[in-house]
């Protein structure tokens, strides 16, 4: 198992371009989540997804997008990017949404934004 | 309001020794779950152990051990005989006993262990 992956690893974008970053898993959990981690915050909860075809909003989802077409993937959009989502984005999941359910997290993508 | 502290931002000991990283949490809940990871200088978050409200037993798992107290409302971690390959930054984070999926993590605590 591949567990949770994260498509780019890193990305440098200009002020107002778009991008799409890909997370998938292979352990067929339900939920899924896009966090950001910046210096001194922790990580924030940007958008989440309880099943195929539906999406939610986290704690910061302001300037972003997300669709859950798949089970296995949740995509975060950026449609203009801006110099303050210079972050690095986590993408995680669990198999249900309860409290004890603990989240797996991918390897993270680095975006700088110029 | 639910809240999680690490008030360590860095810390640093020479092998061997033994470091406790502290956790405190706030929350009014009666239900709730605490959450170790570990974020090593290559990126991806790990996850070590989980802990629910009632269950204030210390966990040891090999050099690892978490003591919880809930009359301090703290969740600490302790590692003994440090190595370097425990060098990272570990994150303490806190969820809601209800179908809830807001993980609420602390700023997190940088542990260089130097040879």
């Known amino acids: 198992n591949a567990g949770v992956t994260q498509t780019p690893k890193f990305r440098v974008l200009k002020t107002g371009q778009s991008m799409t970053l890909l997370c998938a898993q292979d352990?067929?959990?339900?939920?899924m989540y896009w966090y950001r981690q910046d210096p001194g915050m922790g990580l924030r909860l940007i958008h989440y997804?309880?099943?195929?075809?539906?999406?939610a909003k986290g704690e910061v989802p302001d300037g972003y997008n997300v669709s859950r077409l798949k089970k296995q993937n949740f995509l975060l959009g950026l449609e203009s990017a801006a110099p303050s989502q210079t972050s690095v984005y986590f993408c995680?999941?669990?198999?249900?949404?309860?409290?004890?359910?603990?989240?797996?997290f991918g390897p993270g993508t680095r975006l700088l934004v110029l | 309001a639910q809240k999680v502290t690490q008030a360590q931002t860095e810390i640093s000991v020479v092998e061997k020794e033994d470091v406790t990283l502290d956790c405190v949490y706030e929350?009014?809940?009666?239900?709730?779950?605490l959450f170790w990871y570990k974020q090593p200088p290559s990126g991806e978050l790990v996850f070590l152990i989980r802990?629910?409200?009632?269950?204030?037993q210390n966990e040891i798992s090999g050099r690892y051990s978490w003591n919880f107290q809930k009359s301090t409302s703290s969740f600490n971690f302790t590692i003994t005989a440090s190595q370097v390959v425990d060098s990272a930054v570990y994150f303490c984070?806190?969820?809601?006993?209800?179908?809830?999926?807001?993980?609420?993590f602390g700023t997190g605590t940088l542990l260089a262990v130097q040879p």
């Open positions: 929350t009014r809940d009666t239900t709730y779950y």
């Open positions: 984070a806190l969820k809601r006993g209800g179908a809830t999926n807001k993980l609420i």
């Open positions: 997804s309880v099943g195929e075809g539906t999406t």
């Open positions: 352990m067929n959990h339900e939920y």
């Open positions: 802990r629910n409200s009632f269950d204030e």
């Open positions: 995680a999941s669990s198999y249900g949404g309860a409290g004890w359910e603990t989240q797996y």
